[in-house]
């Protein structure tokens, strides 16, 4: 008979014996090797469709020539489904059966491994029970509490500890908001809020999604003291191989284990994912607590497709959401104008934590937030350059890297550079010698782009901002005076040379100076009502909160035939659009690193998972543009499919990679 198209065969039989678990079932059978498929084919697209695996019964016909178990062929399928009892709603339908895929890959892959590899099986970590991390962080905050001093920041810290502690236990599950000023100790009251809701309702695990890489390190570094190492599961891209054991990898697989730190871009497109490798873990997700730190950062072009995955998490999956930000956002209700009208959760579905956030913004009140100049007139970088110095400490971010060299380029040359065109161990290197050198009262002058601005533990006197979204202003403004030496920091915000790009950064830096125009005080003071009054301008000037039309392929008219097109719906919810970006291996060296020994193990032995996580340390994107002109410049080559470095002048020791560098370029 030859190869046996099992899944095919399975997914036919299936169908055939109920239109609809059976059509449900088909997605499960015939993508539980391949992935989700879409029900037809989109124009352009390859591989193949549910709708045309079924209409082929040749599969089925093959198969029964070898006589299949009846006690296989005979299983009796529900009449209805457990999802359409519960809600008519078809943005349901796509989550269900992707939790039910889930199951059904992670069952498959755990049951190969351990017929074929029980040694690795072994391995695989134990759940540490979430009372017993209740009880480390209880004794771990009792002691962080006795040694502060008795201020009014840290009563208000205690205070912001209570009242997490507090709601987790006296709360239903469900959507809440745990708004909470830069330096109010939210890393460790969410936790707080986590383990308490989840001790009181028997979830199962912890979820902390991050937009930054950056902040994750930090922030797993914290809970891995709090909790130790055998609690906290680091997954993002970014991730230094020393930090990982054998068991850490293997719980990134599912997602098996008590505490999560990850990034949204991990959380979200897999929650939207086709592959099984990705879906895996979807099922680990139902009956746990999910904290959104810098919930203001989620991505506007997906906003809806995620409120609404967010909602079904909640509603049938027994899932805890905890929105975190200094710098909430507006989701609630329906926002925006005209078709562009965002969805929002439902009123009075999102209960806050803190009982009186205004009095506690007050408390946390640590700058002066000032203009240079008017909100309309801009500077030039040579004024822009002498404002700052005039500090002999000071960070100044802008809003792109050539603003960030351009500025740069009119200051001393001790002045410290940071962008994304520096890799990560560079990036990492330069911030520790910054903070050592605050902490020691010496000179520092920094420009930066955004990339220092969320969730980077350090602590300026003075800093400047070019003008961004009200949340970038604040967040800029969380670098300084974060410890509260001083009575009161200075934070200015300026416009540069030039507004930002044309797109969403252009709309919410027009946002703000709308604010400042409008209402200067209160933009100024950085308190909630600031940044209602400010998401509502900038998210009535976006063109849609669903960009990609993600619900219509997932939740459209067809969903209830359960006409489903998963794939297409993967391929185009990417939060990062990487479909134009390309990583370059540089070579940094520094310390210990020996990045030119990484390089030699890639020629000998290609890419694998281990080392291309510790190359992820020393590498750099550039667009399409950019990485054909290093091409034929002759400054990158190919190996082993992955693009290295060859040309001395391409990386600079203070700003990074020179997209302008050729084999005749000298620094």
Excluded at 187 to 198: D, Y
Aim: aromatic share 8%; charged share 20%.
């Amino acid at each position: 008979m030859g190869r046996i198209d099992h899944s095919a065969a399975g997914a036919i039989h299936a169908s055939g014996k109920n239109k609809g678990i059976g059509q449900i079932l088909g997605y499960l059978i015939s993508g539980h090797h391949t992935g989700l498929p879409d029900w037809y084919r989109e124009m352009g697209t390859s591989g193949y469709t549910l709708e045309e695996r079924l209409n082929n019964r040749e599969h089925l016909e093959n198969a029964l020539k070898g006589y299949p178990p009846e006690s296989i062929l005979n299983v009796a399928l529900p009449a209805t489904l457990p999802c359409q009892r519960q809600s008519g709603d078809p943005e349901l339908l796509h989550l269900w059966i992707r939790m039910l895929y889930s199951c059904l890959v992670d069952a498959d892959f755990l049951d190969t491994e351990q017929f074929m590899n029980p040694e690795k099986a072994a391995l695989r970590p134990s759940l540490v029970d979430l009372a017993l991390l209740k009880e480390r962080l209880d004794r771990y905050m009792s002691v962080k509490e006795a040694n502060a001093s008795d201020s009014p920041v840290n009563r208000a810290r205690k205070e912001i500890l209570r009242e997490c502690r507090e709601k987790g236990c006296l709360m239903e599950p469900g959507l809440f908001s745990l708004t909470v000023p830069t330096g109010g100790g939210k890393t460790l009251a969410s936790m707080a809020f986590a383990l308490e809701h989840a001790v009181t309702h028997c979830k199962k695990r912890i979820i902390v999604a991050i937009p930054y890489t950056s902040i994750i390190e930090q922030t797993a570094a914290v809970y891995r003291e709090v909790f130790g190492d055998d609690a906290v599961l680091e997954h993002h891209s970014n991730l230094d191989p020393k930090k990982e054991t054998q068991k850490s990898r293997l719980a990134t697989e599912n997602w098996d284990a008590p505490i999560i730190v990850t990034t949204n871009v991990q959380l979200f497109e897999s929650l939207f994912a086709a592959k099984s490798s990705s879906c895996r873990k979807l099922h680990n997700i139902v009956n746990s607590v999910i904290v959104l730190d810098e919930a203001q950062m989620l991505p506007t072009d997906f906003l809806q497709a995620i409120i609404s995955v967010i909602n079904s998490l909640a509603d049938y999956f027994r899932t805890s959401i905890v929105l975190c930000s200094a710098t909430q956002p507006v989701l609630v209700g329906k926002v925006g104008t005209g078709k562009d009208i965002l969805k929002g959760f439902g009123d009075g579905s999102v209960r806050e934590l803190i009982a009186d956030t205004e009095n506690l913004f007050s408390i946390f009140q640590r700058v002066q937030v000032k203009m240079l100049g008017g909100a309309d007139s801009r500077h030039e970088w040579p004024y822009v350059a002498a404002q700052l110095q005039a500090h002999e400490q000071v960070l100044c971010i802008v809003n792109t890297r050539k603003d960030c060299r351009a500025l740069h380029d009119q200051m001393p040359n001790e002045t410290v550079h940071l962008s994304a065109l520096m890799c990560p161990e560079h990036r990492s290197n330069v911030i520790a010698e910054v903070k050592s050198k605050l902490v020691d009262g010496e000179p520092v002058r920094v420009v930066s782009t955004q990339l220092l601005e969320a969730g980077v533990d350090i602590d300026f006197p003075v800093v400047y901002r070019a003008f961004a979204g009200l949340d970038s202003i604040a967040q800029a403004a969380g670098r300084c005076n974060r410890e509260g030496r001083l009575e009161c920091g200075e934070v200015y915000v300026f416009n540069p040379p030039k507004p930002s790009p044309a797109g969403r950064l252009l709309k919410a830096e027009n946002a703000a100076q709308v604010m400042f125009r409008t209402a200067p005080e209160l933009a100024a003071s950085l308190m909630p009502e600031a940044f209602h009054r400010y998401f509502m301008h900038y998210f009535s000037n976006l063109n849609g909160f669903d960009t990609k039309q993600i619900m219509d392929l997932l939740a459209g008219p067809d969903a209830h035939q359960f006409r489903i097109q998963f794939r297409t719906a993967a391929k185009r919810f990417k939060l990062i659009d990487d479909a134009m970006q390309h990583g370059i291996i540089i070579k940094y060296q520094k310390g210990n690193a020996d990045i030119e020994t990484l390089i030699k193990q890639l020629r000998l032995g290609g890419p694998s998972r281990s080392l291309m996580r510790q190359l992820q340390r020393y590498s750099v994107n550039v667009y399409d543009q950019d990485m054909k002109q290093l091409r034929e410049n002759g400054m990158i080559e190919e190996v082993n499919g992955i693009w290295v470095q060859t040309g001395e002048s391409l990386y600079h020791p203070v700003f990074g990679l020179n997209i302008d560098a050729s084999l005749n370029y000298y620094w």
